[in-house]
């Protein structure tokens, strides 16, 4: 480190999951790191996102499963949900999340320095009239939710205020059957909510495959949840009781409480960026494929460069500037590749090509699917979950896709995207032994089906 307490070997923008996985990385090279963070480590996922909005679909599933309790002779009845308790839970895991992250810091010796930064030279940030300079940068300063110009409050709301309720609406409106859509319309589902989802696209989770698609629509109608598809919102308004939403088609629906859910967009106004030269496109900022945006020595990582907005995608882009900062030709890791899971009941995990990228890809007559329904797998039935695991082959080539849904499916996320980043062909998982009873079996149930010898389908 430089006797200069203003100058780093490695200065980063942005304390979030991208962020503080670069800086991490960084230390144990040897370099000094400097990580600039306006909030609270840890960003949006950490106390905004990832972390709380599980807090609360564990709360959910709790409430599913003791609903369901008598089915198989529990005889267990669920009296209420105490939002303000739930809230608090969610708050006490936060919180030692945060402490954690913050002794780790301290533990590495991570300069974290707190105010607002701004990119203000190729090698300088300015932070509260303070200059810090970085032998290399590292703009990390994520993503915000999209608010469609509404006006929000506490009918119309963002997931940040809907994580803060303290109460429970008795009906709700979600604009957006995306993830973050779907995954609290399952919470409020569970929570005694009725719920209604706008969705301008012809699906929930369009980005999904078909297959998967067509079960949690399936399932989220057999709970009771509502949705309109196809047709986009025209105006939201607040009213005497709560909210109404006019569709473009003159259909109005009515709730007490508004979840804007249509996707989250790059934080980078106002940084510098654009004045120091880095390249952006629609406000996020556009590096080569190796993070590195062609201006001195700064690179761009997690939700500001266009792509899969996931905590895992930054952690691992974080990683990988600090391998290429330290000489080490780290190796690229596509989109595609990177493994998503969809926390709603049931749950979805995807990796890979979907059925119709791939035939987009290699052509139709070279694509091989197999699909194998949860109802053949015993720990499935013994949750009590529907759903399947499908697998996505180039013919006579190895699986490009691997995909799965149905309750706790999320736990087989690793196994699939070994699969795919493997390049992992039928036989060789087909000949891999999974415990029983595992739903874990159900991908080599799968991968037997591609191979041409099911066991159990």
């Known amino acids: 480190m430089t006797e200069n307490a203003t100058e780093f070997d490695v200065l980063i923008l942005g304390g979030g999951s991208a962020g503080y996985g670069a800086a991490l990385r960084a230390v144990q090279h040897g370099f000094s790191v400097g990580l600039i963070e306006k909030e609270k480590l840890g960003g949006t996922c950490l106390h905004f996102g990832c972390i709380p909005t599980k807090a609360y679909l564990h709360a959910a599933e709790v409430a599913d499963e003791t609903r369901g309790g008598s089915k198989i002779g529990v005889n267990s009845n669920l009296e209420s949900i105490d939002m303000s308790k739930v809230r608090d839970y969610k708050d006490k895991i ?188 629609r406000g996020f900022v556009t590096p080569n494929e190796r993070l590195h945006t062609g201006v001195g020595n700064i690179y761009a990582i997690g939700d500001i460069v266009p792509g899969k907005q996931l905590a ?47 035939e987009e890809r290699f052509g139709k007559d070279n694509v091989e699917v197999a699909e194998y329904n949860l109802a053949g797998n015993g720990k499935s039935s013994i949750l009590g979950t529907k759903g399947l695991i499908k697998l996505v082959r180039q013919k006579h080539g190895p699986i490009v896709g691997a995909f799965g849904v149905g309750a706790r499916i999320s736990e087989q996320v690793g196994e699939a995207q070994l699969i795919v980043n493997w390049e992992a062909y039928p036989e060789d998982v087909a000949s891999l032994v999974h415990a029983h009873p595992t739903q874990n079996e159900s991908l080599g149930e799968a991968a037997m089906m591609l191979f041409g010898h099911p066991l159990h389908a």
Not at 121 to 140: K, M, P
Not at 316 to 324: D, K, L, R, Y
Request: glycine share 12%; proline share 5%; charged share 25%.
């Open 312 to 358: 895992h995608r930054g952690y691992q882009q974080g990683i990988f500037v600090a391998e290429e900062i330290a000489g080490n030709n780290p190796m690229v890791v596509p989109d595609e590749r990177i493994p998503a899971v969809t926390f709603t009941n049931p749950e979805i995990v995807s990796v890979g090509l979907t059925q119709p990228k791939a």
């Open 94 to 281: 936060v919180s030692g999340k945060f402490k954690g992250l913050q002794g780790l810091m301290k533990m590495r010796k991570i300069t974290v320095i707190e105010g607002e930064g701004k990119l203000v030279s190729e090698s300088e940030i300015e932070v509260d009239g303070t200059r810090y300079r970085g032998e290399n940068i590292i703009l990390a300063s994520g993503s915000y939710s999209k608010t469609m110009g509404l006006p929000i409050g506490n009918k119309i709301m963002t997931s940040f205020e809907a994580l803060q309720l303290d109460y429970l609406p008795k009906s709700a409106i979600v604009l957006g059957g995306g993830v973050i859509g779907s995954e609290f319309a399952s919470v409020w589902n569970s929570f005694g909510i009725e719920v209604t989802i706008i969705e301008g696209l012809d699906h929930l989770v369009p980005n999904e495959d078909p297959a998967i698609i067509k079960v949690l629509e399936r399932e989220f109608k057999s709970k009771g949840i509502k949705s309109n598809l196809g047709t986009f919102f025209d105006k939201v308004e607040e009213t005497d009781n709560g909210v109404k939403v006019t569709l473009v088609d003159g259909k109005e629906f009515e709730a007490e409480v508004c979840l804007v859910a249509v996707g989250r967009g790059p934080n980078t106004e106002g940084l510098g960026y654009e004045e120091v030269g880095i390249p952006m496109d």
